[in-house]
């Protein structure tokens, strides 16, 4: 079973700059699709950014341009470089994995980290 442990959350300002990373147990994680999904309080889950095992990238219309999703294979983790940090932005962010093709969607994911809080202040 694959563990995922999400760290880099924390509180900054508008315009700022964080970078989350998640590591993932185990020796597979470079056959794995990662994701970033991030959850508002009272809002759904929802994707923010994708990476495939052959390192196609996707992003939400709402990031593009501003964060940046990557992987190390070699340390089995994922990491999401976030600029121009926006109050909107606020939320707990989760990294998942999935081990087939498929939609960017929740449902589509079955390992999940704990969450890790991002807060933009204005």
């Known amino acids: 079973q694959v563990q995922l442990v999400e760290s880099g959350g924390g509180l900054v300002q508008a315009g700022g700059s964080l970078r989350l990373s998640c590591a993932a147990s185990g020796r597979t994680f470079s056959t794995y699709r990662a994701a970033w999904f991030r959850q508002a309080p009272g809002k759904e889950r929802q994707f923010v950014a994708g990476i495939t095992p052959g390192s196609t990238i996707y992003y939400a219309d709402s990031v593009k341009g501003r964060f940046t999703i990557s992987r190390d294979n070699s340390k089995s983790t994922l990491y999401l470089q976030m600029n121009s940090l926006q109050p909107e932005d606020t939320a707990v962010y989760y990294c998942?994995?999935?081990?087939?093709?498929?939609?960017?969607?929740?449902?589509?994911?079955?390992?999940w980290g704990q969450g890790t809080q991002v807060t933009v202040s204005s």
């Open positions: 998942a994995l999935s081990r087939y093709l498929g939609s960017w969607s929740v449902g589509s994911f079955g390992h």
